[in-house]
């Protein structure tokens, strides 16, 4: 992953959770906790999550990273609803949001959880009635908005329905969902849809619907709450073996690329090669999570391997730091022989966390792998 994608609270919560092992009870609970502080402490308190993505003051009304893994997309979609509700205090900031709202490409805070529910009710919806209530139920309020904010410019008041398709196809929103949902194509069926709402929006005794109304605050502050409850209920029941997938999946691919920026690893083979053999590792576990069922995953005692070859890792990147930081005068190809025994019998070793340490001062002290019998 990139180095801004692993600043964030899911990456670190998931690099804890290795410590787990195979153990997906405790991640469990580890994560009920977590979910339960993220409620009382931040969501009661309006405090954004710490870590985790906020809108700035140049964006219009931020947006979720639908290509994050989909824990961090609702903890996303939290922050994003308590800085909305932050705005609507501000009469001024408040519509400067709502103006702004159809510049977005996910102005509802769709997640994809969501967008695959819409859209596998979408494909089986049978008749073409029911596609069109799963239609409106998934891009309405957003269509509804861009319309609105299309007409209230004088210049656009008496302007053709096709005017404004091509105005709404244009859009940042259209641009990404038709890309995602099969819900969202430029064909007649969409088109029809799009002309349902605008004649909708068009007639002012229908322009007060059950949509939401981005110009109002009342609207504005139930949807939100209604969004962040609906998270918040997922967060807190996602399946142990769903929680143990993806915050094992996160927390071995971050704690292998964060360990890969290592110079030690560039600049020393031995480390480099010890890395090389670990990322390998994790690739197959990776591959094999992906197409596992509940009932493998619950029986996988590979995962143990996993976090131990990590722990071994780190400390032989942390050993060959440290001896590149103390030993300036010392050519690397001197670091490197000193580290070649210390990586190949420390990867070869079942270690326990307080022999490691023991052995680990031992080689400072000595500086050697043979007086410190790691052979």
Same mark, same amino acid.
């Given at each position: 992953g990139k180095p801004e994608e692993e600043e964030n609270l899911l990456t670190y919560l998931s690099l804890y959770t290795l410590y787990c092992g195979n153990n997906p009870r405790a991640i469990a609970l580890l994560w009920r906790r977590f979910v339960l502080e993220v409620r009382l402490t931040f969501w009661e308190g309006r405090k954004p999550i710490p870590r985790v993505?906020?809108?700035?003051?140049?964006?219009?009304?931020?947006?979720? !990273?639908?290509?994050?893994?989909?824990?961090?997309?609702?903890?996303?979609?939290? &922050?994003?609803?308590?800085?909305?509700?932050?705005?609507?205090n501000d009469a001024s900031l408040f519509e400067a949001t709502a103006s702004r709202m159809s510049e977005s490409e996910n102005p509802d805070l769709l997640t994809m959880d969501m967008v695959k529910e819409f859209d596998n009710m979408f494909l089986t919806g049978g008749n073409k009635r029911n596609r069109r209530e799963v239609w409106k139920k998934m891009h309405g309020n957003v269509v509804r908005g861009i319309c609105k904010a299309f007409m209230k410019n004088p210049g656009n008041s008496a302007l053709e329905f096709d005017t404004f398709k091509a105005h709404f196809e244009n859009s940042p929103y259209?641009?990404?969902?038709?890309?995602?949902? *099969? *819900?969202?194509?430029? !064909?007649?069926? &969409?088109?029809?849809?799009?002309?349902?709402?605008?004649?909708? @929006?068009?007639? $002012?005794?229908?322009?007060?619907?059950?949509?939401?109304?981005?110009?109002?605050? !009342?609207?504005?502050?139930?949807?939100?709450?209604?969004?962040?409850?609906?998270?918040? !209920?997922?967060?807190? &029941?996602?399946?142990?073996?769903?929680?143990?997938?993806?915050?094992?999946?996160?927390?071995?691919?971050?704690? *292998? $690329?964060?360990?890969?920026?290592?110079?030690?690893?560039?600049?020393?083979?031995?480390?480099?090669?010890?890395?090389?053999?670990?990322e390998k590792q994790v690739g197959v576990w990776v591959a094999k999570l992906a197409k596992a069922t509940l009932k493998e995953l619950g029986k996988d005692e590979?995962?143990?391997?996993?976090?131990?070859?990590?722990?071994?890792?780190? @400390?032989?990147?942390?050993?060959?730091?440290?001896?590149?930081?103390?030993?300036?005068?010392? $050519?690397?190809? @001197?670091?490197?022989?000193?580290? %070649? %025994?210390?990586?190949? &019998? @420390?990867a070869g070793r079942v270690i326990a966390g307080s022999d490691l340490s023991c052995q680990v001062d031992k080689f400072y002290a000595k500086g050697s792998p043979e007086e410190c019998g790691l052979h």
């Open positions: 993505k906020v809108p700035t003051c140049g964006e219009c009304c931020g947006t979720i !990273d639908l290509d994050a893994p989909l824990l961090l997309q609702k903890m996303e979609l939290i &922050n994003i609803c308590i800085w909305r509700l932050q705005r609507t259209f641009k990404r969902f038709s890309k995602l949902s *099969t *819900t969202l194509r430029g !064909d007649r069926f &969409n088109y029809e849809c799009l002309q349902g709402i605008w004649s909708s @929006v068009a007639d $002012s005794a229908a322009e007060i619907d059950s949509g939401v109304d981005w110009y109002r605050v !009342d609207h504005v502050s139930a949807h939100l709450y209604k969004k962040v409850e609906m998270a918040l !209920d997922w967060l807190e &029941n996602v399946t142990p073996h769903e929680l143990f997938r993806s915050m094992h999946l996160t927390g071995v691919e971050a704690a *292998t $690329s964060m360990l890969g920026r290592s110079r030690a690893v560039k600049q020393l083979e031995p480390v480099g090669r010890l890395w090389r053999e670990t590979s995962i143990i391997g996993i976090c131990r070859q990590l722990q071994v890792l780190e @400390v032989t990147v942390s050993v060959a730091e440290s001896l590149m930081q103390k030993l300036t005068f010392v $050519s690397e190809e @001197v670091i490197a022989m000193l580290l %070649d %025994d210390f990586a190949t &019998n @420390v």
